[in-house]
């Protein structure tokens, strides 16, 4: 089974992102990581709503707490920070979040500051990463 690419048809403007992350707690997505990574198999990007920098103490604390809910073990070459965050529109069901680190990219395509968490690790629990190499991305909205 071959994974089929992502397609971007177009992106979220700036109002429409605001309007898209109303009741939004976070975004996890799933993809697979570089092949060498053997023992980290899966490349996690976490996306919190929020737009201020969050102290190391809930850093680490959120983080090990995302960490024990989806059973995920052997974190590495963790990276968190405020980062721009665009939004492709295409033929899958929500909006993917982009995670914007070219300066062109951030240049055209609207965007949002959010806090985000990548890294790479294992877990049972994200096997179409792991297995299927396929990306994927779940909204969790506030209760």
Do not use: C, R
């Not at 048809?9 to 976070?26: A, F, M, P, R, T």
């Not at 697979?32 to 604390?61: D, G, V």
């Not at 069901?93 to 294992?122: G, N, R, S």
Request: proline residues 6%; hydrophobic residues 40%; charged residues 20%.
């Amino acid at each position: 089974m071959e994974a089929k690419a992502i397609q971007t048809l177009s992106y979220l403007g700036y109002d429409e992102i605001q309007n898209h992350l109303k009741g939004v707690s976070h975004i996890i997505m799933a993809a697979p990581a570089p092949k060498h990574f053997q023992e980290t198999p899966i490349h996690f990007t976490l996306f919190l709503n929020m737009q201020e920098n969050l102290p190391q103490e809930i850093q680490e604390a959120v983080f090990g707490k995302f960490l024990e809910e989806h059973s995920i073990t052997n974190p590495q070459e963790i990276m968190s920070q405020m980062m721009p965050v665009g939004f492709g529109k295409g033929t899958h069901e929500t909006h993917m979040p982009l995670l914007l680190v070219k300066q062109e990219d951030m240049q055209k395509i609207p965007h949002t500051p959010m806090f985000v968490m990548d890294f790479l690790a294992d877990s049972k629990n994200f096997s179409e990463a792991k297995t299927n190499e396929l990306t994927g991305w779940s909204y969790v909205y506030e209760s």
